[in-house]
T-cell receptor, first 116, second 116 residues
């Protein structure tokens, strides 16, 4: 079955440690995205990538880093510079088409990160 | 800049009744797409319905329909015959075009509670 996987579902880390959240997709999508969601809030874009070896900062990129070495994978590192990293992190992907069309984002199940 | 507004933080509806969730958007792009997603308490994001800016007819998907009023820049979601399983957060989103390519913007969400 095609889809997006994120692991782990729950992650605990000590303050000051870097942590990497994985995101893998087998949908053959070009575009991938990382969002952060705080309790009772909407989604805020951290980083996105339209193609392998290229990515762009979203609205709240400070304290985060990403890589896109393979089309299927878009890992997110939460660094110690992120002041309030405890949140729910969602990864998504979409077919990248020029112009019109239903270019919906497919989401992974999310990773809930808690920094102690 | 693109922006999505959802003015209803929370909504209640009686089971089997219809409910409308409001969404207004702001964009200067001539071509864009509008999406609705459902987020149950489990955290996953479920795609519900899509409306393209050039679509002449309102989109429908089963019990979901989108009341698209382009001149008013609104894209309200209508859920008919509400079910208890419809209780969730609902997000309106827009796909637009920035300087780099395509991008998604999400609204703050509306929490729908279906009452038995």
């Amino acid at each position: 079955d095609g889809g997006i996987t994120q692991s782990p579902k729950y992650l605990f880390r000590k303050e000051g440690q870097n942590v990497t959240l994985s995101c893998e997709q087998n949908l053959n999508h070009d575009a991938m995205y990382w969002y952060r969601q705080d309790p009772g809030q909407g989604l805020r874009l951290i980083y996105y990538s339209q193609i392998v070896n290229d990515f762009q900062k979203g609205d709240i990129a400070e304290g985060y880093s990403v890589s896109r070495e393979k089309k299927e994978s878009f890992p997110l590192t939460v660094t110690s510079a992120q002041k309030n990293p405890t949140a729910f992190y969602l990864c998504a992907s979409s077919i990248e088409l020029a112009g019109e069309g239903n270019n919906e984002q497919f989401f992974g199940p999310g990773t809930r990160l808690t920094v102690l | 800049a693109q922006k999505i507004t959802q003015t209803q933080p929370g909504m209640f509806v009686q089971e089997k009744e219809a409910v409308t969730l409001d969404c207004t958007y702001d964009t200067s792009d001539p071509s864009y797409g509008l999406f609705w997603y459902k987020q149950p308490s489990s955290g996953e994001m479920i795609f519900l319905i899509y409306q393209g800016s050039y679509d002449q007819q309102n989109a429908t998907e089963g019990r979901y329909s989108l009341n698209f009023q382009k001149a008013r820049k609104s894209a309200n979601l209508v859920i008919s015959a509400s079910q208890l399983g419809d209780s969730a957060m609902y997000f309106c989103a827009m796909r637009g075009v920035d300087n780099y390519g395509q991008n998604f913007v999400f609204g703050p969400g509306t929490r729908l509670s279906v009452l038995p």
